[in-house]
Nanobody, 124 residues
């Protein structure tokens, strides 16, 4: 079983940056595909970014070019660097892990483990 703990959320003015971290428990982190999702009030949880076991990445169109996902397998940690933040980025951001060996998922159904989330608030 995997435990995920997000950190790095907070308040930032539009145009600013934040770096989210997700620390994972266990000794098999390197075999998991990892993803970031976000959920704003009244909306469904949506895909933000994902990174494969080999380091390949995928992004939602809404964040492509502004956000960067990365991982450090030695630290069992995945990161989300968020630049040029917009008010519409305001949401609770969740880290997720996929233990399967299949394709890197971009839907909530494709992930097995979830963190508790960290709030990101972007003011205009």
């Amino acid at each position: 079983q995997v435990q995920l703990v997000e950190s790095g959320g907070g308040w930032v003015q539009a145009g600013g940056s934040l770096r989210l971290s997700c620390a994972a428990s266990g000794r098999t982190f390197s075999i998991y595909a990892m993803g970031w999702f976000r959920q704003a009030p009244g909306k469904e949880r949506e895909f933000v970014a994902a990174i494969s076991r080999s380091g390949g990445s995928d992004y939602a169109d809404s964040v492509n070019g502004r956000f960067t996902i990365s991982r450090d397998n030695a630290k069992n940690t995945v990161y989300l660097q968020m630049n040029s933040l917009k008010p519409e980025d305001t949401a609770v951001y969740y880290c997720a892990a996929d233990r399967s060996l299949g394709p890197m998922p971009t839907t909530t159904f494709g992930y097995d483990y979830w963190g508790q989330g960290t709030q990101v608030t972007v003011s205009s």
